[in-house]
């Protein structure tokens, strides 16, 4: 993100631009020539007599070490020492890959390289004493800004119309946990709204490894165009701002739980779907598949955890300031979050269900502020994060440079930017 900030202006911007255009399609040529076979499982490359084991479900460090006819004492040491310097304690199956390499066939192992991420190396090598020598290599990675954009149709969703748009699943996540800020996804979306979205694409040696961070996004809700920008603040954090340089960042989510439809709103008057009479509805629904993790809408610490005949199973947050929120009709609680449990924004506090009065699976939820009860859908929600005024001078430039390069991918789709 540095370099962005240092380059781009719109000239140099358009350059840069148009040169990578012609980058990508020598790049692209380049895979098609030099696409190679996925590693599948212990391959033996005869010539550097090196065997490649991709770890599977069940697998463990000492097992795998052991197949390769290491010693205990050496086991113990290599995990020892994995542990130690590589902060590597356990594996994961059908992510993590280890190298074996020898002199020879039939020689013992004498260097190891476990590959727990596709930007991180770790290897091991056996000196002439016999003790395992560690050595972590960080794997570059040349990381590109990807444009896309999208409107919405006549009886769309918003995540129907990102995909549509070609936006991958996991950025399509990341912008809802954004957007779930500002907007009210059943009430706000409509068609013929537009959206975008700017990320990062992670390249490795010319091929595309994984999705990064969302840079920018822009979103026509109704009540006016929601803009949201990822700004690396001098003291090396990074956060989301809007235009003007305030945090996107509310101290609370108006919908806990991603792409869920409201289903009930609040109000101070409403038939109650249960018990047939005029009753207030101190909350919103969001329907939701029991089961289906509920996220904390904020930071805060439990204040109560339990079961009462209307809310069933329910779980109480206070957060920082005068704001608390309960989330209902749990069908169970996450193991861990009890009454004093803090807990972070997005953490899972428990699942949704239909328990006390409830006429199918679906999260109710309540904002309660200095003891009221409000909509948690329109309640002006504190911003955290805030920029200091140097910070917001700097943002304020990179925002400007980072519209610009927007402006000139969402002309020529096919084009992205390297950061
Ligand atoms: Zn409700």
């Not at 020598?26 to 033996?44: E, G, M, N, Q, Y």
């Not at 070490?65 to 594996?91: F, H, M, R, W, Y």
């Not at 979103?219 to 990822?230: E, H, P, Q």
């Not at 939820?365 to 504190?382: A, F, R, S």
Request: overall charge positive; hydrophobic content about 40%.
């Amino acid at each position: 993100m540095k370099k962005v900030k240092e380059y781009m202006n719109t000239n140099v911007l358009t350059k840069i631009v148009i040169a990578l255009a012609v980058l990508l399609t020598l790049v692209a040529l380049f895979l098609v020539i030099t696409h190679r076979a996925p590693v599948s499982r212990d391959v033996v490359d005869s010539d550097t007599c090196k065997s490649v084991v991709v770890v599977t479900s069940g697998d463990t460090l000492s097992g795998i070490l052991s197949k390769q006819g290491l010693s205990n004492n050496q086991i113990n040491e290599i995990v020892k020492t994995l542990k130690a310097q590589a902060g590597i304690t356990g594996l994961r199956a059908d992510r993590d890959k280890i190298e074996f390499v020898r002199a020879a066939d039939s020689a013992p192992v004498n260097k190891i390289v476990v590959i727990p991420s596709p930007w991180r190396q770790v290897e091991l090598t056996c000196d002439k004493a016999g003790s395992w020598q560690c050595n972590t290599i960080d794997i570059e990675r040349d990381t590109r800004a990807v444009y896309k954009s999208g409107v919405i149709l006549d009886g769309d969703s918003f995540y129907l119309a990102g995909m549509r748009a070609g936006i991958p699943a996991g950025i399509l996540a990341d912008v809802y946990d954004l957007l779930a800020f500002e907007m009210d996804f059943e009430r706000d979306v409509r068609a013929g709204q537009k959206f975008s979205v700017l990320y990062e694409e992670n390249f490795s040696s010319g091929s595309k490894v994984d999705n990064g961070n969302v840079l920018a996004v822009s979103f026509d809700a109704l009540r006016g165009n929601v803009k949201m920008y990822r700004f690396k603040k001098k003291d090396g954090t990074t956060g989301y701002y809007d235009e003007k340089g305030n945090g996107a960042i509310k101290s609370l989510k108006r919908t806990p739980i991603n792409n869920a439809k409201v289903t009930s709103s609040f109000s101070t008057r409403r038939k109650h779907p249960v018990l047939g009479f005029t009753r207030a509805h101190k909350g919103v629904d969001f329907r939701a598949a029991t089961g289906t993790p509920i996220p904390a809408a904020g930071a805060g610490r439990v204040v109560k955890k339990g079961y009462n005949s209307g809310h069933g199973n329910f779980v109480r947050i206070r957060h920082n300031g005068s704001f608390e929120t309960l989330y209902a009709h749990m069908s169970k609680f996450k193991s861990g979050v009890n009454v004093g449990t803090a807990v972070k924004q997005g953490q899972t506090i428990g699942f949704v269900g239909s328990t006390g009065l409830s006429t199918g699976p679906h999260l109710h939820y309540e904002i309660i502020k200095d003891g009221h009860h409000v909509n948690p859908l329109t309640v002006k929600l504190p911003a955290i994060n805030n920029l200091d005024d140097a910070n917001k001078t700097k943002f304020l430039e990179y925002r400007k440079a980072l519209d610009d390069g927007i402006e000139y991918l969402s002309e020529h789709p096919n084009m992205f930017i390297v950061l």
